[in-house]
């Protein structure tokens, strides 16, 4: 039999309240009082897209969206603070296995190119979009990572700073430009193909150098 | 028990494991594991109460969860970048114990 500590059995006991506090609170859970599937469905024809996920992201919840984008940068800005601090930039060299794994995807760019850019137009009809369309383009930058093509550097370049942090501002951009992201009906559409093309550069772009994790990249060998 | 009852339940299991996780365990990258468990649980709670009216999907929570997904890999990215800045610092991958810790 194990004896427990005072803050150990302190911790069991407010945890298995809190659990328990938890459960019941998801077990009773009221039905909602606002029909939201028939105000989705209500307004599909008129918001620019034909799939309710992507009017529910880019125009019924377009702010969150717009705040998430803001997100993501403030988060790779943050990365770039806790390396500024640092002395020296990582010298990663990636082991050999992963050559041998990683050259295939250098090979598939065009797939990937395809991919990503099939995913961003059916995010129309079907599951897709800005950010899955995103999250594709960046295996490339992932892949010449691994293949040490693509070196953390010491400084980020100004163009890479500007793609960057085009998706945000094409965003804000669209947002001020529609009286805060009220899209006029017969342009809905291509208001949101606008923003979904900006979003997926910089997203690929800032997933890339998140995984990097240094102030800048640079790309060594030729492809 | 209904389907949105049981996954329900599932979900909130997911969430109180991975803070138990998070709490219990001094090692960094436990702690962000057990983070990225709490947010699969929420992401499956969204989604179960999505879904209590089988003919009538809700996407509004759909779309939370995509928003929620890329805040988990954002998260991610900063906490690992902090380990490795903790690592940098005092060359373990702990954080720094008191004399008397929660669990051991």
């Known amino acids: 039999m194990l004896t427990l500590s005072f803050k150990q059995t302190l911790f069991i006991l407010l945890f298995s309240i809190y659990g328990l506090a938890l459960i019941i609170a998801v077990v009773t859970l009221p039905e909602p009082v606002i029909n939201l599937p028939r105000l989705v469905d209500s307004q599909l024809a008129t918001s620019g897209v034909n799939h309710p996920v992507t009017a529910v992201l880019f125009n019924y919840r377009g702010y969150d969206t717009l705040l998430e984008t803001a997100i993501l940068l403030l988060t790779l800005l943050s990365v770039w603070a806790v390396h500024y601090t640092a002395t020296a930039?990582?010298?990663?060299?990636?082991?050999?296995?992963?050559?041998?794994?990683?050259?295939?995807?250098?090979?598939?760019?065009?797939?990937?190119?395809?991919?990503?850019?099939?995913?961003?137009?059916?995010?129309?009809?079907?599951?897709?979009?800005?950010?899955?369309?995103?999250?594709?383009?960046?295996?490339?930058?992932?892949?010449?990572?691994?293949?040490?093509?693509?070196q953390p550097s010491a400084h980020a370049t100004v163009g890479l700073r500007v793609l960057l942090g085009a998706g945000l501002t094409l965003f804000i951009g669209v947002a001020l430009s529609n009286s805060l992201l009220e899209y006029p009906p017969h342009s809905a559409s291509l208001w949101i193909f606008i923003i979904e093309s900006g979003l997926t550069l910089s997203f690929s772009l800032t997933l890339v150098m998140l995984f990097v994790a240094a102030p800048g990249m640079t790309l060594t060998k030729s492809l | 028990m209904t389907h949105a009852t049981f996954f329900a339940l599932i979900s909130m299991g997911l969430f109180l494991l991975g803070l138990y996780a998070l709490i219990s365990y001094p090692q960094v990258l436990r702690k962000i594991l057990a983070l990225n468990i709490m947010g699969s649980g929420v992401f499956l709670f969204l989604v179960t109460m999505a879904a209590r009216n089988p003919q009538a999907l809700d996407h509004v929570s759909h779309a939370m969860v995509l928003i929620g997904i890329v805040m988990t890999v954002s998260l991610t990215a900063l906490a690992l970048a902090l380990a490795r800045?903790?690592?940098?610092?005092?060359?373990?991958?702990?954080?720094?114990?008191?004399?008397?810790?929660?669990?051991?």
Not at chain 1, 98 to 113: E, G, H, K, Y
Not at chain 2, 85 to 104: A, F, N, Q
């Open chain 1, 89 to 150: 930039l990582p010298k990663n060299r990636f082991a050999a296995e992963f050559l041998s794994v990683a050259r295939p995807i250098r090979a598939l760019l065009p797939v990937i190119l395809l991919t990503a850019g099939y995913l961003l137009w059916i995010g129309n009809t079907a599951p897709g979009g800005a950010f899955q369309a995103g999250a594709v383009l960046s295996w490339i930058g992932i892949g010449l990572r691994l293949t040490d093509n693509l």
């Open chain 2, 85 to 104: 800045r903790i690592h940098r610092i005092t060359g373990k991958t702990c954080l720094p114990e008191e004399d008397s810790e929660v669990m051991s």
